[in-house]
C-alpha cells in the first residue's frame, strides 16, 4: 500500500509516532511519503521505501500569518497525485486532519479516491481541539475522517465526550516501542551524571506548561534533601529556563543536568533510575513506555491516559496532579529500597512489552485495509 504521513516533525510523542509508524510500515513492505514542513526529529535513516516531501510555505507580506494548511493541502494533493497515494495519515487533528480533507475533496473531484485516516495524539483534542478558535473545524475534519484512532482509552473517551460523533467508532490503537532498542544492558554505564552511588531522576519533554515543570523541580529537591541525586533534564521548551531558575532558588541547581534537544534517548534513559513525569494530563505519555522499555520506572500523576502505560505500585507509582509530597515519597521509597527498584524496574520492562511494535503496528495495517478494501 502506499501511504502519506502528516505529523509535526519538531520534538514531541506524535511526531515520533508517526515517524516509528512509517519506518515499521516500509519493513513490512509499504510505500512510506512523509509530508511535513521539516523532516521529522527521528527520521535520520532512510530504507528503502520511506520518502520525504517538504511543504513550502509561501511567505507573501501581506500574510501575518503564513496559511501552512494550504500549503500542506497543496503538497498532499501534489504527493497522492504523483505516487498514488492509497491513504493519507494525519497525525495529529490541527491542522492536519483539516489539511488532509481538502487534499481529499480535490482528489475525489478529478476522481481519485484517497482514504483519509486521523490519529488522536492528545492536546489535539484536550487543550487546542475543545477551544473555541479551532473547534468546530476539529469537530467537522474528524466526522470527515474515513476512520479515527486515539492513542489511548482516556483519549477515546475524552474525545467522545467533547465532541459530537454520532457514536461513529474511534478505535484505540496504542503508542508502541521497539523493546530491543532500549535494552538497558546494552547502555548501561555509557551515562556517569553524578558520583558513583548517586542516584539519577530523568525527566524528557517539550518543556510546555502541561508537563508541570515546578512539580518536577520540587519533587526533585525534596528527594535531593534525603539523597545524593541528579536530576537529568531532556529537551527543550517554554518552561526550561524558569526549571534552572526554580532549581537555583531551592538550592539544587549544581544537581540538575540540562542535556537540551537529543535524538535518541535508549542511552541516556538506560543510565536512569527513576523517570518523572507529573504532568497535568498526558494521553498516554509515550516517554514513559520509553522509559518502560528501558527498565525505567516512573514516578508521575494519575487521572489520564498514564494510567495506561505505568501500573501504579508495579512498575512505578502514580498520585493526584500536584501531589509533590506523595511524589517524592514514592520517589525516595524506591531509590532507598533496592529490591522494590529492580521489582520496579522488572515490572516496567513487562509492561513495556505489551506495547511492542510487532503487536501494535498490524493494527494499524488492517485499518488501512479496511478503510481502503485493499
Ligand atoms: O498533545 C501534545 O501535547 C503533543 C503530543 C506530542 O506531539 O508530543 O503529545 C501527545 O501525544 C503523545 C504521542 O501520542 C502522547 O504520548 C502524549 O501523552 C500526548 N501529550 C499529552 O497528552 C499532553
Not at 521529522?40 to 503564513?66: A, C, M, Q, S
Request: proline share 5%.
Amino acid at each position: 500500500m502506499k501511504i502519506g504521513i502528516t505529523c509535526y516533525p519538531t520534538y514531541g510523542g506524535s511526531g515520533a509516532v508517526a515517524t516509528e509508524l512509517g519506518l515499521e510500515l516500509a519493513r513490512r513492505g509499504h510505500e512510506i511519503h512523509f509530508i511535513s514542513y521539516s523532516q521529522p526529529f527521528r527520521l535520520t535513516n532512510f530504507i528503502d521505501g520511506v520518502y520525504f516531501h517538504e511543504v513550502k510555505v509561501n511567505n507573501y507580506p501581506l500574510f501575518e500569518y503564513p496559511p501552512y494548511s494550504f500549503a500542506l493541502a497543496v503538497s498532499m494533493h501534489e504527493v497522492a497525485t504523483r505516487e498514488g497515494l492509497d491513504v493519507i495519515h494525519a497525525h495529529y487533528a490541527i491542522p492536519h486532519a483539516t489539511a488532509a480533507w481538502m487534499a481529499r475533496e480535490m482528489l475525489r473531484e478529478e476522481g481519485r479516491d484517497v482514504k483519509l485516516v486521523t490519529t488522536l495524539h492528545g492536546t489535539d483534542i484536550t487543550l487546542v481541539g475543545k477551544d473555541p478558535s479551532y473547534r468546530s473545524v476539529t469537530q467537522f475534519s474528524l466526522s470527515k475522517s474515513d476512520a479515527l484512532t486515539a492513542v489511548s482509552t482516556w483519549l477515546r473517551d475524552r474525545t467522545v465526550a467533547e465532541f459530537d460523533f454520532d457514536g461513529r467508532e474511534i478505535q484505540v490503537i496504542p503508542n508502541f516501542v521497539q523493546p530491543r532498542v532500549y535494552d538497558r544492558d546494552r547502555y548501561a554505564g555509557s551515562h556517569v551524571w553524578g558520583a558513583p552511588g548517586e542516584k539519577v531522576l530523568m525527566h524528557i519533554s517539550n518543556f510546555r506548561p502541561v508537563k508541570r515543570i515546578p512539580d518536577l523541580v520540587r519533587v526533585f529537591a525534596a528527594v535531593r534533601e534525603s539523597i545524593p541525586a541528579k536530576l537529568v533534564l531532556v529537551g527543550d521548551g517554554p518552561e526550561r529556563v524558569a526549571a534552572g531558575e526554580l532549581a537555583e532558588r531551592m538550592g539544587v541547581r549544581k544537581d540538575v543536568v540540562m542535556l537540551g534537544k537529543v535524538d535518541s534517548v535508549a542511552e541516556l534513559l538506560a543510565n536512569a533510575d527513576l523517570f518523572l513525569l507529573p504532568s497535568a494530563q498526558e494521553s498516554f505519555g509515550l516517554v514513559a513506555l520509553e522509559a518502560h522499555a528501558a527498565g525505567v520506572p516512573v514516578i508521575g500523576a494519575g487521572g489520564s491516559g498514564l494510567e495506561e502505560v505505568v501500573s501504579d505500585g508495579e512498575s512505578g507509582a502514580l498520585l493526584p496532579v500536584g501531589d509533590v509530597e506523595g511524589m517524592a515519597a514514592a520517589s525516595i521509597r524506591f531509590l532507598t529500597d533496592p529490591q522494590a527498584l529492580s521489582g520496579a524496574s522488572a515490572a516496567a520492562r513487562e509492561a513495556a512489552a505489551r506495547f511492542a511494535t510487532g503487536a501494535i503496528v498490524p493494527q494499524y495495517e488492517a485499518l488501512y485495509g479496511q478503510v481502503t478494501g485493499l
